[in-house]
């Protein structure tokens, strides 16, 4: 019933920034939470950032300070990674809670390398 497709990715040097987008199509209506997962290859899919409707973000301890999520609570968030380093690089994973099950999008590549 959701759609979720992420742009932004790509290729960066250590220290630079990269914002990711996602766009939520179809019945969006509902949709309570955002956030951001990230899987490096060999890895296991882990959270980088969520955001409820009210506002609250939460982030993982490696990405705080560096990483903002934001949302405008209708169809889009967007997570500004900052001081980018190698150790970010994986493929990034858009996802919205909605009534309590989670959706999720195709992913898009972000490399961080010299």
């Known amino acids: 019933q959701v759609q979720l497709v992420e742009s932004g990715g790509g290729l960066v040097q250590p220290g630079g920034s990269l914002r990711l987008s996602c766009a939520a199509s179809?019945?969006?209506?509902?949709?309570?939470?955002w956030g951001w997962y990230r899987q490096a290859s060999g890895g296991q899919r882990e959270l980088v950032a969520r955001i409820t409707s009210a506002g609250t973000p939460n982030y993982a301890d490696s990405v705080k300070g560096r990483f903002t999520i934001s949302t405008d609570n209708v169809k889009n968030t967007v997570l500004q990674m900052n001081s980018l380093k190698p150790e970010d690089t994986a493929v990034y994973y858009c996802?919205?809670?909605?009534?309590?099950?989670?959706?999720w999008g195709q992913g898009t590549q972000v490399t961080v390398s010299s």
């Open positions: 996802y919205a809670l909605k009534f309590g099950r989670e959706c």
């Open positions: 179809g019945s969006i209506f509902g949709i309570n939470a």
